[in-house]
T-cell receptor
Framework: GENVEQHPSTLSVQEGDSAVIKCTYS??????FPWYKQELGKRPQLIID?????GEKKDQRIAVTLNKTAKHFSLHITETQPEDSAVYFC????????????FGKGTKLSVIP | GAGVSQSPSNKVTEKGKDVELRCDPI?????LYWYRQSLGQGLEFLIY????????KSGLPSDRFSAERTGGSVSTLTIQRTQQEDSAVYLC?????????????FGPGTRLTVL
C-alpha cells in the first residue's frame, strides 16, 4: 500500500518568513495530493491540492509543487501570518480507482509574531 | 448546504462498555470514511464505504471495531468492550464518488475518552 512520509514534524518561523513542508510517497500510481490544515480543536480542511499531471499550483500565499519522478511534493507558504499557525497534513490518493487517502503524520507550524 | 456532522461531540465511557459513534455525510456524497486521530498524531484510516458496502475494512484495529452504513447515508462506528487505548478523536469524512478528485470533507469529530 501507499506510505507517506512528512517532514518536519514541527516548524517555527517568524511572521513574514516562508515555510516549507515536504512529503514523499511510495506508490507511483498515486495521482492526487491534497494538503489539509487543522487548527487546534477543529476539523481538517482542504487548503490546496494538486494532480499528477501538474507540476505546480498556486493560490495566493500558498503553493504546492510535485515531482513525480522523485515521488515527493511540497507545500510552500509565503509571507506567513499568525493565523497560519496550525497542523498541516499532506496526503496521497492511490490510483487505479482507489478512494483511500494516505496521510502523513502532520507538521505543526508555529508563526511567531 | 450542511457539512458533515457527527454525534456525540464528546463521549466518556468506562472500560469494557460499548460505544456507538454516528456520522451524517454531506447529502449526495456516496463515499464515507472513518479515521482515528490520537493526541498529536496523524489521521489513521479505519474504514471506507462506497454506498452501503465497505470494500476496504483493512484499517480496523481489531474485531472489537465494526461499522455500518444504511441507506447510503448515515454511518455508525461501533466499538465493543472499549479499552483505554481506544481513546482518541474519531473523524468521519465524505466525498463524491470521483476518484479523479477525491476531496474529502471532514466532520468535527467525536472525542472518545475511555476511563
Amino acid at each position: 500500500g501507499e506510505n507517506v512520509e512528512q517532514h518536519p514534524s514541527t516548524l517555527s518561523v517568524q511572521e513574514g518568513d516562508s515555510a516549507v513542508i515536504k512529503c514523499t510517497y511510495s506508490d507511483s500510481a498515486s495521482n492526487y495530493f491534497p494538503w489539509y490544515k487543522q487548527e487546534l480543536g477543529k476539523r481538517p480542511q482542504l487548503i490546496i491540492d494538486i494532480r499528477s499531471n501538474v507540476g505546480e499550483k498556486k493560490d495566493q500565499r500558498i503553493a504546492v509543487t510535485l515531482n513525480k519522478t522523485a515521488k515527493h511534493f511540497s507545500l510552500h507558504i509565503t509571507e506567513t501570518q499568525p493565523e497560519d499557525s496550525a497542523v498541516y497534513f499532506c496526503a496521497a490518493l492511490s490510483g487505479a480507482g482507489s478512494y483511500q487517502l494516505t496521510f502523513g503524520k502532520g507538521t505543526k507550524l508555529s508563526v511567531i509574531p | 448546504g450542511a457539512g458533515v456532522s457527527q454525534s456525540p461531540s464528546n463521549k466518556v465511557t468506562e472500560k469494557g462498555k460499548d460505544v456507538e459513534l454516528r456520522c451524517d455525510p454531506i447529502s449526495g456524497h456516496t463515499a464515507l470514511y472513518w479515521y482515528r486521530q490520537s493526541l498529536g498524531q496523524g489521521l489513521e484510516f479505519l474504514i471506507y464505504f462506497q454506498g452501503n458496502s465497505a470494500p476496504d475494512k483493512s484499517g480496523l484495529p481489531s474485531d472489537r471495531f465494526s461499522a455500518e452504513r444504511t441507506g447510503g447515508s448515515v454511518s455508525t462506528l461501533t466499538i465493543q468492550r472499549t479499552q483505554q487505548e481506544d481513546s482518541a478523536v474519531y473523524l468521519c469524512a465524505s466525498s463524491l464518488a470521483s476518484s479523479s478528485r477525491g476531496e474529502q470533507f471532514f466532520g468535527p469529530g467525536t472525542r472518545l475518552t475511555v476511563l
